[in-house]
């Protein structure tokens, strides 16, 4: 299920046709939902993120009810929710809690929930996030699984390496495909994504200045914008580069800008192409993709770290399903 048609056309390329391109609410009232084992989710998480509006109204906010809808009516034995780690805090983390009491739709249901990071789990990504797992009464619970990187972590050395420092090319190959009656560009393998921005000479005069490790603060004042030059407090990882030995900070949905976080190569002067996002996600250099660049910058920071997504899905077959 996957409303956001470049994304679909992702899976599909990948997958093969088992995704329904479309909104939840009318796949819920259009298709019989089938009876299966595990039900995993991530309704949006704009509306629970610090860095978005934090908007209490936020309608994408309300999605999980939907997800709730669809768990009643598939009966899996074990479901999972992920999203941000605000979502723990949020009065619909509660409604979801109220949905597993005596009258509630999912009253044949227990979950736990945690905060976990992906780096724990061998993402070279420090992310934290929201992981509920739910179970039939009548089962036991599985546990969530045990770090294996604690004091190990995987480094932004470890994603890049055998990756070209030096970036030229621009654009996308000039190619494109049929998906849900949508043309779309691609498709296109992750190794086909190291891709170089357009940068104004004053970007490039900014992003110079920045020593290794270093971020907006060491901006000479001159090439400040006003609004940076007034207010010398806020968020360190603005304009800031990726540290070679740590892993990096969360991958988000516009990291080609090096204004929205620490998205500046270790060294390089320039921001993170969506081949080094795609590999610190942990995806493999085959992995296909469709849509523009920045539909797929979207899906690549939308997705769950593979490493993490694989602790969880180990964790359920082994513990739930009973293989390894």
Not at 60 to 67: A, D, P, Q, V
Not at 316 to 324: C, E, N, S, V
Request: hydrophobic share 35%; with cysteine; aromatic share 8%.
């Amino acid at each position: 299920m996957e409303s956001d048609v470049a994304a679909a056309a992702s899976f599909a390329a990948n997958f093969g046709d088992v995704v329904h391109e479309g909104r939840i609410q009318d796949w819920l009232a259009d298709h019989e939902v089938p009876t299966v084992d595990i039900v995993v989710g991530g309704p949006p998480c704009q509306g629970f993120s610090r860095l978005g509006k934090l908007d209490a109204h936020d309608e994408r906010n309300e999605l999980w009810r939907e997800y709730a809808k669809t768990v009643a009516r598939a009966r899996p034995s074990y479901f999972v929710v992920e999203n941000v780690a605000a979502f723990l805090r949020s009065p619909q983390f509660s409604l979801l809690e109220h949905e597993t009491g005596r009258r509630g739709s999912l009253r044949e249901y227990a979950f736990r929930a945690a905060v976990l990071n992906s780096a724990d789990f061998g993402a070279p990504q420090a992310r934290r996030r929201a992981v509920v797992l739910g179970h039939h009464r009548d089962l036991p619970f599985p546990g969530f699984p045990e770090p294996t990187h604690i004091g190990k972590p995987r480094t932004v050395r470890d994603a890049f390496r055998g990756l070209r420092r030096k970036v030229e090319r621009i654009e996308l190959p000039d190619r494109s495909t049929t998906f849900g009656g949508w043309q779309l560009p691609g498709v296109y393998r992750s190794r086909e994504l190291h891709l170089a921005r357009t940068y104004s000479g004053v970007s490039k005069a900014r992003i110079r200045s920045i020593p290794p490790g270093g971020n907006r603060f060491d901006i000479p004042d001159r090439l400040l914008p006003r609004c940076w030059r007034e207010h010398l407090s806020g968020s360190a990882d603005v304009m800031g580069r990726l540290r070679w030995d740590q892993p990096s900070v969360t991958i988000r949905t516009e990291f080609y800008k090096p204004e929205k976080g620490r998205y500046l190569h270790p060294d390089e002067d320039r921001a993170l192409t969506l081949f080094e996002a795609a590999r610190l996600q942990g995806f493999p250099d085959d992995h296909r993709w469709v849509g523009s660049k920045t539909a797929i910058a979207r899906q690549i920071g939308n997705a769950v770290p593979i490493a993490l997504g694989s602790a969880l899905a180990r964790q359920l077959a082994q513990q739930a399903l009973g293989r390894p």
